[in-house]
């Protein structure tokens, strides 16, 4: 079985999407706060073996202000942690950033929230089941949490917080076992959907694969 490789001790919260090419937004502030290690699938054998009890994680909050192109410092996460996932919740009256799991000193199922025009922080449920190197995406006003692992196994489980009721509710298992990829919403008001799209298996072995979630059926498409 090989290692997957090493998540970044970077955590990197973008909170405006900005037009444009990308070389109308700054560079990261060069500062050892925001410095840090990325291992990608092309060289994950040749990643160094490192225990995740030594990689520390950060509680920094970084902000991309489209009018000006430069970066700003947020307030940090109450709980500083590395390979967690975030997703931006729209519902009315206004925007969260929901940021679950991750590792700090072991696999966390915290879930906290963001309120970006205040700028403050708040505790929401836990998760179910703690996971880092998960997926995450917020879609039909609900946040979705994917896969991941849990310190022994890779997950294919599927976690959905309803803000309504500020509760978790297991939703349909992922059609594979996966941590590490990347997720893409498609939100079509008549199909809205949720791209799963690469990662690690089970065996920790790089993968292709594309899923789609609809959340109005709840149902999983193979692609």
Not at 62 to 67: E, G, I, K, P, T
Not at 122 to 145: C, N, Q
Not at 189 to 212: C, F, K, M
Request: charged share 20%; glycine share 10%.
């Amino acid at each position: 079985m090989r290692r997957m490789a090493a998540p970044s001790t970077l955590l990197l919260l973008v909170l405006a999407a900005c037009a444009g090419s990308p070389s109308s937004v700054a560079d990261l502030p060069d500062s050892s706060d925001v410095a840090h290690t990325d291992t990608t699938a092309s060289d994950a054998d040749d990643a160094p073996d490192l225990p995740l009890a030594d990689l520390q994680g950060t509680d920094a909050v970084l902000d991309s202000a489209c009018a000006t192109g430069s970066w700003e410092t947020l307030a940090p996460m109450p709980t500083p942690r590395f390979g967690c996932a975030a997703a931006l919740l729209m519902p009315f009256p206004g925007e969260r950033l929901v940021v679950t799991g991750g590792f700090a000193s072991g696999y966390l199922d915290r879930v906290e929230e963001d309120d970006p025009a205040t700028d403050t922080w708040s505790t929401l449920a836990h998760l179910a089941h703690p996971r880092s190197m998960h997926g995450s995406a917020a879609i039909a006003g609900k946040v979705h949490v994917f896969g991941g692992f849990d310190g022994s196994e890779t997950r294919i489980d599927h976690e959905v917080f309803d803000p309504a009721t500020g509760t978790w509710a297991a939703g349909s298992p992922m059609p594979r076992m996966r941590a590490d990829f990347a997720t893409a919403t498609v939100p079509v008001v008549a199909s809205p959907r949720i791209l799963v799209v690469g990662g690690y298996d089970g065996d920790g072995n790089p993968v292709g694969w594309t899923e789609a979630f609809d959340a109005l059926t709840g149902t999983w498409e193979m692609r």
